[in-house]
């Protein structure tokens, strides 16, 4: 099920023009509202163990539901430098939108994160991931959108990185600080693919669109609230990185 569809086979039961006078204020009031318990977000520590930068640039490769919400959190972000919408797990050929919403591709909708690890750790990029950027319960679907393609995984580039998810994952696991168990799997990186260009930065340009105000909005509200050290109001978008 796309996106589009999940969201849009229940607006049209109570009449589009309805639906669009309250998501005006629906909009207004996700950024205004403090977080609820209702948006899956989840106080957690920050990891044990993290990484020992090596470099002034580096990339993290997250999945976890629909790539629009995961980049409009990670844009905002302090230090992360680009945040790309694409998709990752399967092949080249087969990297294209209503391809991987077979679910048979292999791919997952994932976010290519280029960060400055002296201004952000790889760690604290995992406790955003798993706090308020999606749920980690959920296996293979988020919120409305259900299929392999939505699934949480983290695709680890190097054996730090392994380790440090892996380490992470057990340590919220034993504390039990979510609903159920973290499903979130760990897969090797091999390639990332960009998303098509009407992927890109859709929170930020797309904020009255009816799937962003119920379902990415307050994910950003969220990662304001309890991370203010590590929030920033001016989002880094894909259209303003110079190559």
Same mark, same amino acid.
């Given at each position: 099920m796309s996106k589009s569809d999940s969201f849009l086979r229940p607006l049209t039961r109570y009449g589009f023009l309805a639906a669009a006078a309250f998501v005006?204020?629906?909009?207004f009031a996700a950024w205004q509202l403090p977080a609820r318990a209702a948006e899956e977000a989840v106080v957690i520590p920050?990891?044990?163990?993290d990484e020992k930068p090596a470099a002034a640039s580096e990339k993290a490769i997250f999945a976890g539901g629909c790539f629009w919400g995961v980049q409009g959190v990670f844009q905002h972000v302090n230090g992360v430098t680009n945040a790309v919408s694409g998709y990752s797990g399967g092949d080249k050929d087969t990297a294209h939108y209503e391809m991987v919403g077979s679910s048979q591709t292999g791919h997952a909708e994932t976010v290519e994160i280029t960060y400055d690890p002296s201004k952000v750790t790889y760690g604290q990029l995992l406790q955003v991931f798993f706090s308020v950027a999606h749920n980690p319960t959920q296996l293979n679907y988020q919120g409305p959108d259900h299929g392999t393609q939505y699934r949480s995984t983290i695709f680890v580039a190097n054996g730090e990185q392994q380790k440090i998810a892996e380490s992470y994952i057990a340590e919220l696991d034993k504390a039990k600080l979510f609903s159920g168990p973290i499903v979130t799997t760990l897969e090797p990186f091999k390639a990332f693919y960009p998303?098509?260009?009407?992927? @890109?930065? %859709?929170?930020? =340009?797309?904020? +009255?669109? /009816?799937?962003?105000?119920?379902?990415?909005?307050?994910?950003?509200?969220?990662?304001? @609230?309890? %991370?203010?050290? =590590?929030?920033? +109001?001016? /989002?880094v978008l894909v259209s303003e990185v110079k190559s």
């Open positions: 005006a204020v629906a909009a920050a990891p044990s163990i998303a098509e260009g009407y992927h @890109q930065d %859709f929170l930020t =340009l797309n904020p +009255d669109y /009816p799937y962003i105000v119920f379902n990415d909005l307050p994910k950003v509200a969220n990662l304001k @609230q309890m %991370f203010p050290g =590590l929030y920033r +109001d001016t /989002p």
